[in-house]
Structures are given as C-alpha cells and as structure tokens.
C-alpha cells in the first residue's frame, strides 16, 4: 500500500514537499514515481526514480524547479517542489513500478506501474 501526503495550498513561487510511504510490502526493490491529474484532465508523468535512486527522470515542465528521491530504509520516497506555479495544481499521486525496463520512455507510462496510491492534492494559487 502506497500513501501520498504533503500537498496543501501554497502561493506562486512557494515550495512543498510531497512524500509517499510504503506499508504491507517494501518498495525498495522496485522503480517508483509521481504523477499528478489537474481538474478535467488526465493523469501524467511527473517524475521518476529507480529503485537504487541513482536514475531520475522529470518531464520538462518541472525540470529544475522538483527533485525526486527516496529513502529505502524509510520505505518513503519524496517529491520536493520549488518555485511552483498555478498550473502545477493538481492531485499527485504516486506509484511503484512493475516493469523490468528503467527508461524515461517506459517509466514515463502509466502501465508500467502495478501499485499505486491515493493522491494528495496540491493547489498553488497566483
């Protein structure tokens, strides 16, 4: 079970930190990342990370401004977000990858993940 917390309303240019954390299994062992769906949209890819950390993929809109990481010990893997803008307000939710392939192609799709949590919502107002 995967379990998003951390988002809450922020002003324009303001930082969160959004974390996720495993129970029922450990995720170390597998690829994780986040993606988030804004208000009559559908779900992208934010960012993602392998299961060591050493590998890290973001989507152009937030490069630079969220970093990605994780804590194996912990089970927890985190997203801290700087500079936010509104258009970054959206229900992130994050996941635990099932596939065997780590490239920013397949992490990048939504089936390469087989467990996924419920989102917290970020709201970043102007």
């Known amino acids: 079970q995967l379990q998003a917390s951390g988002g809450g309303l922020v002003q324009a240019g303001g930082s969160l930190r959004l974390s996720c954390a495993a129970s029922?299994?450990?995720?170390?062992?597998?690829?994780m990342g986040w993606f988030r769906q804004a208000p009559g949209k559908e779900r992208k890819f934010v960012a993602t990370?392998?299961?060591?950390?050493?590998?890290?993929y973001y989507t152009d809109s937030v490069k630079g401004r969220f970093t990605i990481s994780r804590d194996n010990t912990k089970n927890t893997m985190y997203l801290q977000m700087n500079n936010l803008k509104p258009e970054d307000t959206a229900v992130y939710y994050c996941a635990a990858s099932v596939s065997g392939i780590f490239t920013a192609q397949r992490m990048g799709d939504m089936a390469a993940y087989g467990y996924w949590g419920l989102g917290t919502l970020v709201t970043v107002s102007s």
């Open positions: 029922g299994r450990t995720f170390s062992s597998y690829a």
């Open positions: 990370i392998s299961w060591a950390g050493g590998t890290t």
